[in-house]
């Protein structure tokens, strides 16, 4: 299996100086399953150790899935001006 | 208050051109912003379409476009518990119906067309909000603010303008991810293509992979219903490379990409027009699973070819607020017809598809296995049934769904 990393790795991403994800971690923080962590594909969502949630929105696939996989409502998503640039698609 | 133009179009994919070319055509004043560096950039699709509809809007294309290869191969693998799988194939050599695409080839390509034909185009160009004001409609970018009289959403599945009027509530049984890998392969030039449907790969989720062969690569592909996700045995980010292995898949990984689909089905489509904003492609959430064709591409450019139409009449007319035509000219095309006709099935693969492929395996298992005791074969097929709780009614019921 190719780890996640290095097969986003093959991918060409312009990133943008500010992030185009938002948690709210006072949420994260009551949340105990996390299914962010488990949907997203591209593994943009981290738990903390506090108990929160890393956003890595560097890594964002721009799939659009953050507009449904948290059951709480605590992600707020914009898709970014630069990101990701498929070469294929 | 001064509009920038008759119509904008937001999102440069099959869609969105497919309307900007058709609305061109029609001398309407149009611009489209597409928030890619290119058309494609942003864009994933499994990577096959059916191409009827590109021929209605370019009708030499065959002979231009950059499609892959022509897919004249349906192969079905449907894998069981305890190492068993069922596969079946059906081959039509010579057929020109559809072909394996690379979006971001494909899409750049029709954008180019589209622009030879005075379709303007404003590339990195990222709308994030729409909202009513004037008579029209303003879209909020990160390059300033837009103004028209009349919009088409052509945003994708998230749908920015239909979303920021109010207009859509998406929910994670509605959705699927598609999460997709480019793999180098060593294929004979000039041959046709397959495409490859799977069934059960990966276990909890709900869900199937696919495979089709392009040019110099195959796309595979594995597609599920977000709420699945967290049951799955396999975390999102790791599907593609289970699936891989599982199809036993070799070859340097190309890229690796994801993205969401709509999968409402025709009683649960969203509202598709309100005033001076319509909605194509996958912002309409038009795709079809019957069981035997996945589509969304022929779909996206019908429909944008019927709102470019649509709209040519909503301008001449000056009604900006009363797109009801474009559902109407929906409703007598084939998107509305084919949704409504591979309804039954879809519903019938949605509820029964993790249920039947067990029982299929263990019923040829036993056949396909010589001891003393043997059964006829409607007699097993019962006992099959009966010990998974399944029962004759309802199997009856589900026969006719997927007939009717």
Known sequence: ?89 | MSFDADLIIVGGGLSGLSAGITAVREGLNVILLERGEYSGAKNVSGGRMYIHSLLKLIPDALERAPLERPITKETYYIFCENNRKITFSFEERGKRNSYSVLRAKFDRWLASEAENLGLLISYSTNVYNAYREGGGITLETDKGSLRAPLVIDASGVTSVVFRSLGLRRFTADKWMLGVKEIVKADLEEGQEGEAITVVNAIKGVKGGGFVYTNKDTLSIGFTATFDSLPKGEVQAKDLIEAFRERMGIKGEVLEYSAHAIPYYGYNNLPPLYTKNVIAVGDAGGFLINDGFTIRGMDLAIGSGIIAGIASKKIVESKTYEDTEIYYKMLEESFILKHLRLAYNRFSVINSSLSIYPEILCNVLSDMFTVSEERRTLITDALIRLREKGVSLGKVVDDLRKVML
Not at chain 1, 7 to 20: I, M, S
């Open chain 1, 1 to 89: 299996m190719i780890p996640l990393l290095k097969r986003l790795g093959l991918n060409t991403y312009d990133v943008d100086k500010t992030p185009h994800i938002e948690v709210d971690q006072e949420k994260c923080l009551h949340c105990k399953d996390k299914p962010c962590t488990i949907s997203c594909p591209a593994g943009t969502y981290e738990p903390s150790p506090e108990g929160g949630i890393i956003v890595h929105y560097e890594r964002c696939l721009e799939c659009g899935g953050a507009l449904v996989i948290c059951p709480y409502g605590a992600i707020k998503f914009r898709f970014p001006n630069g990101g990701i640039k498929y070469k294929y698609g």
